[in-house]
């Protein structure tokens, strides 16, 4: 059990630009997440794959941002046209159908400028 | 609607002292509690979680949280605070038959020798 595994670990980006995060979830986890968190705030929900298929996206998740998970193993959140209200760190987590506790990745740290 | 609250945006307390990390809840049905800590620059870590049965529950580093439902809370505990501890802690809660976790603002655990 590696657990949740997420690169990059920071990235700083130009206003404008698109940046790509990745998550690899704890092998057999069939449940993979992605939460937001900026400084001072809880984590916040922004969408969750059982398998490959995407079954709940936050609000929160403009049109700018797009998750896949292609073979229901590991998923790639893309933030298109970054906007500097964007910057956060996202956090990847993992849980089994027959589990009950979500673990998390390390985040990836997004800033830009 | 389902929210987590923390009321203690900072808890101070003396390295050998008992503390508490306070939380509280409102979901529509039974809750699966849990507690995550967030070291700085780090993703969250497990500490420990309610499901069912004993009100008491134990976790990781020698944490334990008490699951009170007529009072809907779920605080955290240690009988003997270290510098170590210090750290944020996230009370999160999960509706059954549902699958992403609510996190409270955290609070900062502040541990001084």
């Known amino acids: 059990d590696t657990g949740v595994s997420q690169d990059p670990r920071h990235k700083i980006t130009k206003r404008g630009q698109n940046v790509t995060f990745r998550c690899d979830p704890i092998s057999e986890h069939n449940r993979l997440y992605w939460y937001r968190q900026t400084l001072g705030q809880g984590p916040e929900f922004l969408t969750y794959?059982?398998?490959?298929?995407?079954?709940?996206k936050s609000r929160l998740l403009s049109d700018r941002f797009s998750a896949e998970r292609p073979k229901g193993s590991f998923s790639t959140l893309e933030i298109q046209r970054t906007e500097q209200g964007d910057s956060a760190m996202y956090l990847c987590?993992?849980?089994?159908?027959?589990?009950?506790?979500?673990?998390f990745g390390e985040g990836s740290w997004l800033t830009v400028v | 609607a389902q929210s987590v609250a923390q009321p203690e945006d900072q808890v101070n307390v003396a390295e050998g002292n008992p503390l508490t990390v306070k939380c509280t809840y409102s979901v529509s049905g039974n809750p699966y509690l849990f507690w995550y800590v967030q070291y700085p620059n780090r993703g969250l870590q497990f500490l420990l979680k309610y499901i069912t049965g004993d009100n008491l529950v134990k976790g990781s580093y020698g944490f334990e949280a008490e699951f009170n439902k007529s009072q809907t809370s779920f605080h955290l505990k240690k009988p003997s605070a270290l510098v170590s501890d210090s750290a944020l802690y996230f009370c999160?809660?999960?509706?059954?038959?549902?699958?992403?976790?609510?996190f409270g603002t955290g609070t900062r655990l502040q541990v001084f020798p």
């Open positions: 794959f059982q398998n490959e298929a995407q079954l709940e």
């Open positions: 999160a809660v999960r509706v059954r038959n549902t699958d992403k976790l609510i």
């Open positions: 987590a993992s849980d089994s159908l027959s589990g009950n506790t979500i673990y």
